[in-house]
Structures are given as structure tokens and as C-alpha cells.
């Protein structure tokens, strides 16, 4: 018989969303973490503030997310002593993709959205499966949640073909309320119907002034 | 360091030499801040599968100064982080410097042991919970076996999970007096002692049902082509 290694895996579920704007970008997650059909606890935050222009949602096995969070973190704390600078945004991003792929055997089972502003101040999303491919893109969803909340994205924002010549922005138009409001509507959407998204929703703006964070509650059955 | 690599030399050569189920076990761990502290409950029961193989084992012990460990699930894993936290504790008191690990500390500590050993794929099989008092700041957090953590102002460990802290959800307050909260840990235990035991079957007995509403009298009414 083969070795049985599931145990070691636990999801906890979560969803988590983010969208960039020309100058903002939003980023979300919902505060529930359960297990099966039972919840360990309503007020559990799974944004993680990488930077000061680049902040981490994350779903999946708390183990590993809390895990990954403390390396990123630290790794970000060597990388202002050599440099003496924030990381932006696409290098996290990279370090990310490095970071889950050093585990391709043996992975974090977490499904991450880094959101932030790269050099430009633009609105910048990346997306990630658990074992570090990526891409940059205006919008996305990940986690459990996901499969009911991409569709609603793609209807409302329709983002560009990539195979577009020349390249178009990934970027929304729409304005930083607007797109609150969105994130706000698709959560509460989702929490309908997935069992592992509720409670509460932690939104972080970031754009040129910092980083704002604001809270919304969510049906708690 | 010695045990340790003796043990990953068995490992090597066995290659399953490691805990693949719990033999004595305990079972749930019930805890809860109140108005000036932290309570922990758990009963003194060590169960060899079905059997109540020991009756006084003390499942939850002060750590430190500031700090009380409950656990359920293997009995001897424990134990063996029983050892862990006394060398860690006796270290730290070695300094002399007057600091002492607080809860959070000690949580910490254990959320990481639990995560590493799982990394190893040999696992202390236990859910454990941590409450504390360190100047004036209330504490408690839980750790699971494979290294899930997270704080709340209640938590209950395996069926605890599923039985008491709906209870607590629905009648826990931050100013409950230390008599209050034991009289609700004796009611959450209570029901997890009695469905932890064995069930009741009542008789057979028909539901209040009522077909009055409108939708049952005339069922298909407005259902084609509605829109």
C-alpha cells in the first residue's frame, strides 16, 4: 500500500480577492477558519502586510500560511538590511513564486494573492497556485470561494486578452469605491453558498497615501 | 541530541518508525477567558481505545508563571512536551534576568514544535490548549496536531469543538464572574460527557407538522411558464 500522507494537510478554507485600479488596488479575505463543517474561530486574519506597498491574501492549510507569512517576512526584513528599501511589488511577487516552488514536493497548501502598487504607483495583482506559478493580472479570486466569485469578476471587469498586440493594461477602470463596493457585493455573494467563507471580510486599500483597512461582517452560518 | 538521532537512525532503516495512531488517549479540552483570568477544563480520563485504561491522569498543568496547558490525545506526546516546556522553562530561569516566557510566548513555542514535527511527518498526536495571564493581559490560543493555530476568548479541542462551544458561542460575555464560568464549563462538559458515552434512543414519535401554508394546498400553482 502506498504511504498514506494526507494527514499532514488540513484545509481550513477562505477566500480571498483582489483587483487593481490605475492608482489603488484592493485586496480582500474573509476572516473564518474551519475545518470540515466545524469553525476553529470567526476573527482569524489572513492578510498579511509584506511591505509598505505589498500586501498577501491567503487560504488553505493555516499550518502552511502562517508558515510561508513568518518566511516572507523575515526574508523581507534581510532584504531592507541589504538595501535599505522596501521590496516592490513585482520582486515579492517573484520571491513568492521562489518561495512556494522550493517546496514542489512537499508544498504549502496555500492559495495566495499579493496585491499592492508596483514602481510606477500602478495597481498591481498577482495570482498564485500552491506551487508558485504566477501571473499579473487586474483581478482575481482564490481559495474557496473562488469558483463562485471569478465568474462575477470576469462579467464585471473583463479584463483584456493577453494575446492582445500591443499589450493592453491589466488594470480596472473602475474607481477605488467602485471597486470596494464590488469586493463587498462578491463576498457576500460567495458566503450564500460556500460553507468556508463568512464572518467577516478584511479589505486593505493600498494607493499613495498607505494602506487603509476596513472591516465588513459577513453571515455567520 | 543523542535520543533524537537515535531515533531518526530507526527511521531511516524502518522507514515507519514513527506514530501512526494514538494508543492512550484523552479527550476533549474545554477553555475560556473570564473577568479576571483564564479557565481550563478537561477530565482525568486515559482511554486505551474503547477502554478507560487510567483514571487520575492530570491533563492540564501550569507551565511557567503565567501559564496553564491542557491537552487531548496521546497521553505519552504529552508528556514527552511536558519535558520540552520544563527544559525550555528552566533555561529561561537560568538567565536570571527577572523576564519570564509569558502564554503568548509558550503558545509560540509549541505551535512550532507541533508544525516542525509534522514537517518530519512524525507528529505529537495532540490538540493542545494554552491560557495565561501575563500583566494584566488574558491569553488563550490551541494547537493542533499538524500545527493549526489561532487565539479566541473561547476555545474546545476534537468533539469539544462540536458540542461545547456552540454553547459558548451563544452564552459567553468577557465580564463573566469565575463562578459563572465554571457553571457553564459544567454545562458544555456535561453535554460532552453525556453524547461522549453513548446515546439514547427515544421512542418513535411523529412531528408537529402543519400543511396550512399556501405553496402545500396548491402546489403547482404559478409553476409553468411563472417566467
Excluded at chain 1, 489572513?46 to 511591505?51: D, E, H, R, T
Excluded at chain 1, 513585482?90 to 518561495?99: D, E, F, V
Excluded at chain 1, 460553507?195 to 471580510?201: A, F
Excluded at chain 2, 498526536?125 to 487565539?151: D, R
Aim: net charge neutral; charged share 20%; aromatic share 10%.
Amino acid at each position: 500500500m502506498a504511504l498514506r500522507r494526507d494527514w499532514v494537510y488540513e484545509n481550513n478554507g477562505g477566500t480571498c480577492v483582489a483587483i487593481a485600479g490605475t492608482d489603488y488596488c484592493v485586496i480582500a479575505a474573509d476572516t473564518r477558519l474551519s475545518v470540515g463543517y466545524s469553525i476553529y474561530t470567526r476573527d482569524y486574519s489572513k492578510i498579511c502586510k509584506l511591505a509598505d506597498k505589498c500586501v498577501m491574501a491567503s487560504s488553505g492549510f493555516q499550518g502552511d500560511l502562517k508558515a510561508l507569512q513568518k518566511n516572507l517576512a523575515a526574508r523581507h526584513l534581510i532584504y531592507q538590511h541589504q538595501h535599505n528599501k522596501q521590496m516592490s511589488c513585482p520582486a515579492m511577487a517573484q520571491l513568492l513564486s521562489n518561495t512556494l516552488y522550493y517546496k514542489r514536493f512537499f508544498p504549502y497548501y496555500t492559495f495566495n494573492i499579493l496585491g499592492g502598487l508596483d514602481s510606477d504607483g500602478k495597481g498591481c495583482v498577482y495570482t498564485y497556485d500552491a506551487v508558485g506559478s504566477y501571473e499579473r493580472v487586474g483581478y482575481s479570486a482564490q481559495g474557496t470561494g473562488a469558483g463562485l466569485i471569478i465568474p462575477v469578476l470576469d462579467n464585471q471587469l473583463k479584463s483584456p486578452s493577453p494575446l492582445l498586440l500591443p499589450a493592453k493594461d491589466a488594470v480596472t477602470p473602475l474607481s477605488e469605491t467602485e471597486a470596494v463596493d464590488l469586493v463587498k457585493d462578491v463576498f457576500a455573494s460567495a458566503t450564500e453558498r460556500d460553507i468556508y467563507t463568512g464572518d467577516k471580510v478584511e479589505i486593505m486599500v493600498i494607493n499613495a497615501s498607505g494602506i487603509r483597512q476596513e472591516l465588513m461582517e459577513l453571515r455567520k452560518d | 541530541m543523542e535520543m533524537v538521532a537515535v531515533k531518526d537512525s530507526a527511521i531511516s532503516e524502518n522507514g515507519t518508525e514513527r506514530t501512526l495512531y494514538p494508543y492512550v488517549t484523552g479527550t476533549s479540552v474545554i477553555g475560556m477567558k473570564y473577568k479576571d483570568g483564564v479557565i481550563l477544563a478537561a477530565d482525568m480520563g486515559g482511554s486505551y481505545g474503547s477502554t478507560l485504561r487510567y483514571k487520575s491522569v492530570e491533563r492540564i498543568k501550569h507551565i511557567g508563571k503565567h501559564s496553564l496547558l491542557g491537552a487531548s490525545g496521546e497521553i505519552s506526546d504529552f508528556q514527552e512536551i511536558l519535558r520540552y516546556l520544563d527544559e525550555l522553562i528552566l533555561y529561561d530561569n537560568m538567565w536570571d534576568d527577572g523576564n519570564s516566557l509569558g502564554p503568548k510566548e509558550i503558545h509560540n513555542y509549541l505551535t512550532r514544535v507541533m508544525y516542525n514535527r509534522r514537517n518530519k511527518f512524525n507528529p505529537l498526536w495532540n490538540s493542545l490548549v494554552l491560557g495565561g495571564v501575563k500583566n494584566g493581559q488574558k491569553y488563550l490560543g490551541m494547537v493542533g496536531m499538524i500545527g493549526t493555530h489561532f487565539e479566541d476568548n473561547h476555545v474546545a479541542t476534537g468533539f469539544g469543538n462540536h458540542l461545547a462551544r456552540p454553547i459558548l458561542r451563544a452564552e459567553w460575555r468577557e465580564d463573566l464572574s469565575f463562578e459563572e464560568a465554571v457553571k457553564l464549563l459544567e454545562k458544555c462538559l456535561l453535554i460532552a460527557k453525556i453524547t461522549e458515552e453513548g446515546v439514547t434512543i427515544s421512542q418513535p414519535y411523529a412531528l408537529k407538522t402543519y400543511w396550512g401554508f399556501s405553496a402545500f394546498q396548491n402546489p403547482s400553482k404559478g409553476a409553468e411558464g411563472s417566467w
